[in-house]
């Protein structure tokens, strides 16, 4: 008879050798950082520590990471609670009215795209695009941001830089609250493009310390924000680091004095003027010679005038050339760069860097007081006509001067290849943006109305939004010749996806005879007359929707 101790004993010694062999056979824990190699690399390359290779290996990977899994579970203790946040600021502005609220949701939740593979963009309104506009009206018109959409223009703006000056002023101190909260919106903290960071009063002394200690963007930012508010502030902020300061860094903070630039700015540009950074001095020397008053202007006008002169040789007015020799220590010291671009003569390079850091007002004295349109009109010997009118471009946008561009732009009417000016359609903008916007609006509508539109795009882009009516009509003009013609349309899409976002909201009803497919001309392209339709017909469903967009902002309107 098996005594009671006997039994405990063999039922102790038959628990321990089945707790051997388990311990035996199961795998040893493996570390995650193992377990991430080996199903990474493949367990062919990186076998799991255990051994366990071949074809089972990847199942010994899966069930170590779920084992490890459970593990780091059970293993976890309760965490202290957070500190609460502190509470929201309070909006003191109006909210949104209803249907404006539910507008900007449809707008932060579109995710359109062209129908089909085929790229046709279809007849609806790219509201991505109207985004910007909405963001815009809705600050113009003083609305707060409806809390729950905070969170979705935060990312918005993440996504898109072009819209972060309109979300941040838009979502306002709720806004940057809420950003603190997640760091994939930190971009908010740093502040709006060319706006002051919000963190920073205009204290003298919070600004003087985040001068001294805050992130370039920061610095750049801030100087810029005093420089609107207080030009004098901010040059004195600048002077206070400026001989501590990186060349590329003291290159941005000295393009800042553009804003407000004036004669009280001189002094500092003048010993600028000797800088270490061949940049830095180049840019000292462009804003010096944009003040015609500055000691750099009356040295450069000295220099042009030798170079520059009427031709007193022949019986008809004209304009005679001789470009500099050499390029001298004290020109390069007033920012003349001595060695030219690839392609360029050194002498024609100096010439163009001396007339057009010269005050245009020089030239009227020079030439027997005519007007800038009659000095333009002159000849010039010996084939310096193009060089010597480019550099007078340059002058004329360096130093805002209306008369001149205008000189400059000559007629609308006139091809751009034989213009008084020149052709480069880019130097052509910088011009039209001198002239005030009316008078603008109405040079590229004729300008559009002689030459049509491909040549335009870039002038379009120079004109207040929305066009003027005349502006407007001619583009609109334009676009049905194209059709008429069975033009492929796809060649003007860039111009049509301006016209959606610029034209007047006002112009729909008189577009909608255009959304009809036209007969396709002989010769036209295939398909043509349906694309023509699709665009016009997006065109005024656009149209369409920027009206009720601003009446949906405008209160009390219906």
């Known amino acids: ?20 062999t388990t311990t035996t056979t199961m795998p040893m824990p493996m570390l995650w950082e193992e377990l991430v190699t080996s199903a990474l690399l493949g367990t062919d390359r990186r076998p799991p520590a255990n051994g366990s290779g071949g074809t089972g290996g990847p199942l010994a990977v899966l069930d170590a990471a779920a084992l490890h899994t459970v593990r780091r579970r059970a293993g976890l203790l309760p965490a202290s609670a957070a500190e609460r946040p502190e509470r929201a600021p309070a909006d003191p502005r109006p909210p949104l009215p209803a249907a404006a609220r539910h507008r900007l949701v449809q707008l932060l939740t579109d995710r359109s795209a062209p129908s089909g593979g085929s790229g046709r963009r279809g007849t609806a309104p790219d509201l991505t695009e109207l985004l910007p506009q909405w963001l815009a009206a809705a600050n113009q018109h003083g609305f707060r941001a409806p809390a729950v959409v905070l969170p979705a223009l935060l990312d918005a703006a993440r996504a898109r830089t072009d819209l972060r000056a309109h ?26 493009p060319g706006s002051p960071p919000p963190s920073v009063a205009t204290d003298p002394e919070a600004v003087r310390c985040l001068w001294e200690e805050g992130l370039f963007a920061e610095r750049v930012a801030l100087l810029g924000s005093v420089r609107r508010r207080e030009p004098a502030a901010a040059l004195t902020l600048l002077s206070t680091t400026w001989s501590t300061e990186r060349a590329e860094d003291r290159l941005m903070f000295l393009d800042s004095l553009r804003t407000g630039l004036s004669g009280a700015d001189e002094a500092f540009l003048e010993q600028a003027l000797a800088d270490r950074s061949r940049n830095v001095r180049a840019t000292a020397a462009e804003l010096l010679s944009a003040l015609p008053r500055s000691a750099l202007a009356v040295r450069m006008a000295a220099r042009a005038t030798t170079c520059v002169n009427p031709d007193r040789t022949g019986e008809a007015a004209s304009i005679a050339v001789e470009a500099p020799h050499e390029c001298d220590a004290s020109m390069q010291r007033d920012g003349v760069v001595p060695v030219p671009p690839s392609g360029r003569g050194e002498r024609s390079w100096w010439l163009g860097q001396l007339v057009e850091a010269t005050p245009l007002t020089t030239w009227r004295e020079r030439f027997a007081g005519r007007s800038a349109q009659e000095i333009v009109a002159l000849p010039v010997a010996d084939g ?47 011009l039209l943006a001198t002239l005030p916007s009316e008078e603008r609006a109405l040079w590229v509508a004729d300008f559009i109305a002689a030459h049509g539109l491909s040549e335009a795009f870039q002038l379009l882009g120079v004109c207040v939004v929305p066009w003027a009516e005349p502006l407007g009509r001619s583009v609109v003009d334009a676009l049905d010749i194209a059709r008429d013609a069975g033009s492929y349309p796809w060649s003007f899409s860039g111009v049509m996806g301006l016209a959606e976002r610029c034209l007047n909201p006002a112009e729909a009803d008189r577009l909608e005879v255009l959304t009809t497919t036209p007969d396709e001309p ?15 017909q997006r065109l005024v469903s656009t149209l369409r929707l920027r009206s009720a967009m601003d009446r949906e902002l405008t209160p009390g309107a219906p």
């Open 1 to 20: 008879m098996t005594s009671p101790h006997t039994h405990t004993d063999t039922h102790t010694d038959t628990h321990t050798r089945t707790a051997t």
């Open 167 to 192: 979300v941040l002023g838009f979502a306002g101190p709720r806004g940057l609250w809420l950003a603190r909260m997640n760091p994939e919106w930190k971009f908010a903290l740093r502040g709006a």
């Open 384 to 430: 310096w006509t193009e060089e010597l009118h480019a550099a007078w471009c340059r002058a004329a946008v360096r130093q805002r001067d209306p008369e001149w561009a205008r000189a400059l732009l000559g007629p609308p009417s006139t091809p751009p290849a034989n213009g008084p000016g020149t052709a480069s359609l880019a130097e052509r903008s910088k």
């Open 522 to 536: 002989e010769g036209a392209s295939p398909g043509a007359g349906g694309y023509w339709s699709e665009a016009f």
